[in-house]
């Protein structure tokens, strides 16, 4: 990964440029030489004179298209006399440059330059080899679409448009990274999204100053109104019927040239909870599947540290019968509960990591014979007991259950912190460390917007869309937390 630099320094404050960074070249004139001295060392820049009629022709190869270079400039220029050169220029699709960096900058966004005596031209023949638009494999589904983003904006920008037909969805081009100068667009629908929403997120871009960002999940990082927090505060996905679902909702949607993440904002707690099969099937499946995934979330924060608490100071709580069961599995175990739960949870990450980085046969076959392996050798060595590897396994898949990659390895995170506490305090530290954790989701915010909206602030019509997926006829109204105040105006005036 290339490392890069993030400065303070804001925009029309005065900046001391680094010695070794190049010259904008705004104020110089374009010309064939300096041209070739600024792309110097380049092996990949193509030029190709044509004498006869006192034409040159600078550009990327692998940025465009045969195709189109072919048809648009070289022909052309092949097929005319010298004298009717400045005539074919004067075409609308030929744009005249008047200083050095809208050229180079020209030249390395794909478009070819075409220099004539003393004049400049580009022609936009860009068009670089992408892979074919694929299902997401992050972002399975069992029915519904199956297209998903890829690497190239101009790509996505066409899946999205594809499904919205409308005048009003609007599009903002933007710049960011000093060195890489990646495209970002924000996209959304006038009259619906909330402006203001829209002006924050521009301006929070146009503030970073960095040197490269690889990926719209490193550029969120950047726009977070609280970085440090473990989670997520913007909805990222690969999926195209998403995205547009979020545009549709009111919300900004975020495409960066090179990544098939893009991002949408404001975002809620809940909406990583909420699944797109839950709109693809019946509203009562749909519903008790987002109701198993509230389930899975206790369960995966909870089950080990109550394990730790109930073995540790709370032995009154365990059923009789199933008193003898625990204590006779844990009596061969050398460690305090905590140590053994802490034990296995790391275990299972590593598992849980390693899988993840290798290859996709083996990584399943270490998934799955190591997890059996290892637990079941860990329990006859008496370095655990059979009652923590179910509550472990427990934990590990109701996190599979949780949609969103990112909010599980969020929650997965704290589901440490809760353990250590039930370790320390029982179940108290339990009490502490979810009510810790209610606070600080309470204080979160997405482009200023509340993270546990609708519940707090509450808003009780949202929740058909939030613990429940009410049906269709009952989810006409736009989520509060996204809604244009002129819809608000005028739903208020009928």
């Not at 804001?10 to 104020?27: E, F, I, S, V």
């Not at 010309?31 to 600024?38: A, C, G, R, V, Y």
């Not at 892979?131 to 199956?146: A, C, D, F």
Request: glycine share 6%; proline share 5%.
């Amino acid at each position: 990964m290339t490392l890069f630099r993030r400065t303070n320094r804001l925009p029309g404050k005065d900046a001391r440029r680094d010695d070794n960074r190049p010259n904008d070249d705004a104020d110089v004139p374009p010309s064939l030489q300096h041209t070739l001295d600024n792309f110097k060392d380049c092996m990949d820049l193509v030029h190709h004179a044509f004498p006869e009629i006192n034409v040159n022709l600078v550009y990327f190869g692998h940025l465009v298209g045969a195709e189109e270079l072919s048809r648009d400039v070289t022909i052309p220029l092949t097929n005319i006399r010298e004298n009717e050169v400045q005539a074919l220029l004067t075409r609308n699709q030929y744009k005249l440059t008047t200083n050095s960096k809208s050229l180079i900058k020209g030249i390395l966004n794909g478009e070819a330059a075409i220099f004539h005596n003393d004049n400049v031209y580009l022609m936009d023949v860009y068009k670089p080899e992408a892979r074919s638009i694929q299902q997401s494999e992050t972002e399975t589904v069992i029915t519904g679409p199956h297209d998903s983003f890829i690497e190239t904006a101009s790509a996505n920008l066409s899946l999205i448009r594809r499904r919205v037909k409308s005048s009003h969805l609007k599009v903002i081009k933007l710049e960011v990274g000093e060195v890489t100068k990646s495209i970002v667009y924000l996209l959304y629908i006038e009259g619906i999204a909330n402006m203001e929403y829209v002006r924050e997120l521009t301006d929070r871009i146009n503030l970073i100053e960095i040197d490269a960002v690889h990926d719209g999940n490193m550029l969120i990082q950047y726009i977070d109104d609280f970085p440090n927090s473990v989670f997520p505060l913007f909805s990222t996905t690969e999926r195209t019927d998403t995205a547009v679902s979020k545009l549709v909702a009111g919300r900004i949607v975020g495409i960066l040239d090179g990544s098939p993440s893009v991002f949408s904002a404001p975002s809620s707690f809940f909406e990583f909870m909420a699944s797109p099969d839950d709109y693809y099937q019946r509203w009562a499946t749909g519903t008790s599947l987002r109701v198993l995934r509230f389930i899975a979330l206790f369960i995966t924060l909870t089950f080990t540290a109550l394990y730790v608490s109930v073995t540790t100071f709370h032995y009154e709580m365990i059923p009789e019968a199933l008193l003898l069961t625990i204590t006779e599995s844990r009596s061969k175990v050398p460690f305090p509960p905590i140590y053994e739960a802490l034990l296995m949870e790391v275990t299972i990450e590593l598992l849980r990591e390693a899988g993840a980085r290798l290859p996709t046969k083996i990584g399943q076959t270490i998934g799955i014979v190591g997890g059996i392996v290892i637990g079941q050798a860990a329990v006859q060595a008496g370095f655990t007991s059979n009652i923590l590897i179910i509550a472990v396994a427990s934990s590990a898949i109701a996190s599979f259950v949780i949609p969103s990659y990112v909010m599980s390895a969020s929650i997965r995170l704290v589901r440490f912190g809760l353990i250590i506490m039930a370790g320390i305090l029982g179940d108290l530290g339990i009490a502490l460390g979810i009510a810790y954790l209610v606070v600080h989701l309470s204080g979160l915010t997405s482009l200023n917007s509340s993270y546990l909206t609708p519940v707090s602030p509450n808003n009780f019509k949202d929740w058909r869309d939030v613990f429940i997926r009410a049906p269709f006829w009952a989810l006409r109204r736009r989520p509060s937390q996204s809604r244009s105040p002129n819809l608000v105006r005028n739903r208020m005036k009928k």
